[in-house]
C-alpha cells in the first residue's frame, strides 16, 4: 500500500491544487432555522454551499433531480429540502428552471439558487434565515421520539462480550 502524496506547499507556504472547502459558522449552526432543518436539508446545504466559488452567488444552478443524486433520495424528498431551505431562509431562487424546457444546455433548465449568507451582485448578504423563528405552537423534530429507548446509567457501561446488560428508559 502507498503512502498518500503531501501536497508540496508555494513559496508562501500555501498548498497547490485543490483546496475548495464547505464552511459552517457556529453563529450559523446554533441558529434557531438551522436547528429546525431536517438531516436532508442540513446535506442539501453544504451540497448548494459547495457550489459557491465566493463570485457566483445567483447562479448556483441545482435542479431538483439533481438534489436527488446527490443527496441519494427520491425526487420528492429532494424538493422537500429544497422547500425547507427557502422557507427558514437560507436560499431563494434566482432564476426559476422548467423541467419543459428543452435546450442543449442541461444547465440551463435548471434553478439558479441565491444564497442569503453571501452578497448577489449588488445586493449585500440579508442572511434571511437569522431572522427567522418557529411559529408558535409548530414543533419541528429532525428524529421521532416514537419508541426511542435512550440508555439511562450512571456510569457508561464496559463493553466486554456480544451482550452487556443496558438500563433504558423508553419515550413514548
Not at 48 to 69: Q, W
Not at 109 to 128: H, M, P, R, V
Request: glycine content about 8%.
Amino acid at each position: 500500500m502507498s503512502k498518500p502524496k503531501l501536497r508540496k506547499a508555494d513559496a508562501r507556504g500555501r498548498s497547490k491544487g485543490e483546496s475548495a472547502h464547505v464552511r459552517l459558522y457556529l453563529w450559523e449552526l446554533r441558529s434557531p432555522a438551522y436547528q429546525s432543518l431536517s438531516v436532508g436539508a442540513r446535506a442539501l446545504l453544504v451540497e448548494l454551499k459547495a457550489l459557491y466559488n465566493g463570485a457566483n452567488n445567483g447562479s448556483l444552478f441545482l435542479s431538483v433531480r439533481e438534489a436527488a443524486l446527490r443527496l441519494g433520495v427520491g425526487k420528492n424528498k429532494a424538493a422537500d429540502c429544497l422547500d425547507e431551505l427557502k422557507e427558514t431562509g437560507f436560499i431563494r431562487p434566482n432564476r426559476t428552471g422548467h423541467f419543459n424546457m428543452k435546450s442543449a444546455v442541461r444547465r440551463g433548465n435548471a434553478t439558479s439558487w441565491i444564497l442569503t449568507e453571501y452578497a448577489c451582485g449588488n445586493e449585500l448578504a440579508k442572511k434571511d434565515f437569522m431572522h427567522w423563528r418557529p411559529s408558535p405552537g409548530e414543533k419541528r423534530s429532525t428524529v421521532s421520539q416514537r419508541g426511542l429507548t435512550v440508555p439511562v446509567s450512571e456510569t457508561r457501561p464496559t463493553i466486554r462480550g456480544p451482550s452487556v446488560p443496558v438500563t433504558g428508559k423508553t419515550f413514548h
